[in-house]
């Protein structure tokens, strides 16, 4: 019941994050180079090394003997989810000198294959953002499920990006990109918030 329900986390919190999101719009960028099945297997191999990484990672941390150890770190996790789900509230100021994206913008122009090239992307794209520290926080938290964990991030990677390789305007039209934020946020608090009581309450 546990492997089920770890998956179906993994793919929801990663699902509704990636919604709207830089990398969401950076696969959409690519949707007139190259095929959609090539795309999505990029996005999907990119996702297993990046969400991989971090899930194997926090489990790693999560499997440590050290009782008192987990139990601070699981603290962190559950309150570093609330902290995601408050900031996620708070309106980004424009960055007009962010060099991560000016660096993506850069590797899409390059003549490679895309399914590589688009990987790659997705790692960078990635790295440190909400969906790959969740990721690694759901491996502190489940260390014994990384299978389940990594395939739901992968799944809820692919689905999103499908959305927006094949409905990317009827989305746009149809749902209001703060209504999904904001769905997207509330998610993370109860998650966090859940999981903090349960831990205090132990």
Known sequence: ????YTFFISFFLVFLSELGDKTQLLVL??????????????????TFFSH?????????LG???NESFRYYLELFTYISFIL???????PEKEKTNNTKSSFLQKITNIK???????AISIIIGELGDKTFLASLGLGVQYPSCKIPLILGSIMGMVL?????????RLLGNKFNPK????????????????????????
């Open 1 to 4: 019941m546990e492997l089920i």
């Open 29 to 46: 960028s690519f949707s007139t180079k190259d095929r959609a099945k090539n795309i999505l297997l990029g996005v999907a191999i990119g």
């Open 52 to 60: 991989g990484i971090a899930i194997i990672f926090g489990s790693k």
């Open 63 to 65: 499997s440590l003997a």
């Open 84 to 90: 995601f789900g408050i900031l996620g509230f708070i």
């Open 112 to 118: 490679i294959n895309y399914i590589f090239i688009i």
């Open 160 to 168: 999103s990006n499908s959305f927006a390789l094949l409905f990317g």
């Open 179 to 202: 209504f999904v934020k904001i769905l997207s946020n509330i998610l993370f608090l109860a998650f966090g918030t859940i999981g903090l009581i349960a831990l205090i309450l132990n």
